[in-house]
């Protein structure tokens, strides 16, 4: 039954990376909650599409195609088959699972590039990029490295030795490629040249009284994290940013001068969103349906991230939708802090990490769901122990909840012939009408000794 007081809500989690396995941490930042969010809106009777798919462009995946050297298109088949089985495994219960290098969100992004570029929303703009002469290629991202050029607040150089061409890891900024000290080519081992080029650019800065307005409109609704980080970002002042890249993974733009160029991932990989929720409408033969959710201004749009995606999607996302004009921006955007991993992060490099298809391999996925749910780092991070799962599993679910369902069911078998009772007027009407208040002793005896303890908050 639906509730028809209720207008359409649209939720959608953040694409996971198509570069690796989905881990605890994941789950527990843009996954699990939105899930929890969504079986409470279906409960009610709401109509509610419930979107996600694999993010398969970007750098990190052309670098890892190479370091096995397979093709990136073997990477995203790996990882979008793995990640997407893995949730159905937990119970993730989405809509539609879709993935970035279909041609429907190609044609999707190439419609926004193309309307915000005859809009004359789009800038050009010539750079000076680093080039890999010997490989023949322009080094964009992490395909360079080099030492950090930032000072900290206590006035000490960061110099890290292997910061990215796009962030230090040490440090945590964003880097300036031209700037690192000592730059290599990651391809080559070699000195990159410095050579001119041409890019599109998204013009955040002339969004930057709309963007303040709805940040503001939202505060004291969204998260203390999320507005801080919005305002912070604001506050520095919005600048143009590039939407392409010189490269041959993502999605191409045509040029005219027949060099190489694909969308940049910041700003294709949100519109995935829109075009998982057309091949959503597509695949049920309403191919139009998919504007109801988008494009209807009493749509309510929840937008699930981790605090790594607050800018993407409270500030870039909006920018790029209200260029666009005629959709729904996020309600609210809901983005956990990170979990931990018994006091450390994950970390995929460091081997710091349990995938969530390893956990399915071992344990059912209620356990885990629960023993998140009560977990989630939602206003600070938090750590996933296994001792704490295994009392959450053990004394918990076993002990109390499955102690209170073996009583029920054996009371129902034993007055009431195994059938659920019409309901009474009251607690007592039923207590009352029990032979006995208090249950068999030899129920409470299945387990073990843990069972003492659980055994004063069931006894009626
Ligand atoms: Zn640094």
New binding site residues.
């Given amino acids: 039954m639906t509730d028809q007081a209720s207008p359409r809500i649209l939720v959608t989690s953040a694409l996971p990376y198509a570069n690796g396995p989905v881990h605890l941490g994941h789950l527990a930042g843009a996954y699990l909650p939105a899930d929890i969010f969504v079986r409470y809106q279906r409960l009610r009777g709401r109509d509610v599409v419930f979107i996600c798919g694999s993010d398969e462009h970007g750098v990190s995946i052309l670098l890892s195609a190479r370091e096995e050297g397979v093709s990136p298109r073997d990477i995203i088949d790996r990882y979008h088959r793995r990640n997407k089985e893995a949730f159905e495994k937990i119970g993730m219960s989405f809509d539609n699972y879709s993935r970035t290098s279909l041609p429907i969100h190609h044609e999707t992004a190439l419609e926004f590039f193309h309307d915000l570029k005859e809009q004359g929303v789009l800038k050009k703009k010539k750079e000076k990029q680093l080039y890999d002469e010997k490989a023949g290629m322009f080094l964009p991202d992490r395909f360079v490295m080099g030492t ?3 000072v900290r607040s206590d006035g000490t150089q ?3 030795t292997a ?1 990215y061409g796009d962030q ?6 964003s ?1 300036d490629p031209l700037k690192l000290i000592d730059p290599v080519s990651v391809l080559t081992g070699t000195k990159p040249a410095v050579r001119e080029t041409t890019h599109w650019y998204f013009p955040l800065g002339d969004y930057q009284e709309r963007l303040e307005q709805y940040v503001e409109e939202h505060a004291g609704v969204w998260r203390e994290n999320v507005l801080q980080q919005c305002r912070s970002w604001l506050k520095e002042g919005l600048e143009d940013r590039p939407i392409t890249r010189d490269l041959d993974w993502g999605v191409p733009v045509p040029t005219e001068d027949g060099s190489k160029k694909v969308l940049y991932v910041w700003f294709e990989a949100v519109l995935g969103y829109i075009s998982s929720t057309k091949e959503w409408a597509a695949k049920q033969e309403t191919p139009e349906l998919w504007k109801e959710y988008w494009c209807k201004p009493d749509t309510r749009y929840f937008a699930f991230i981790g605090k790594d995606n607050i800018v993407f999607h409270c500030l870039m996302f909006p920018a790029i939708l209200m260029a666009k004009g005629g959709y729904v921006l996020p309600e609210n955007v809901p983005a956990n802090e990170f979990l931990n991993l018994e006091g450390q992060k994950f970390s995929k490099s460091r081997h710091w990490t349990i995938d969530l298809e390893e956990y399915l391999e071992n344990f059912p996925p209620d356990l885990l769901r629960y023993a998140l749910a009560l977990n989630f780092p939602e206003t600070k991070d938090t750590d996933f122990y296994w001792k704490d799962f295994q009392a959450r599993s053990n004394n918990e679910l076993a002990d109390i909840l499955g102690n209170f369902i073996n009583r029920t069911v054996h009371f129902a078998h034993k007055h009431f012939q195994g059938r659920v009772p019409p309901p009474a007027n009251s607690t007592n009407a039923i207590v009352n009408s029990l032979p006995c208040s208090r249950p068999p002793r030899r129920v409470l005896h299945s387990r073990t000794k843990d069972v003492a303890s659980a055994r004063g908050s069931v006894e009626p």
């Fill in positions: 950090c050029y930032h960061c110099e890290y910061a230090c890891e040490q440090c945590g900024n880097i």
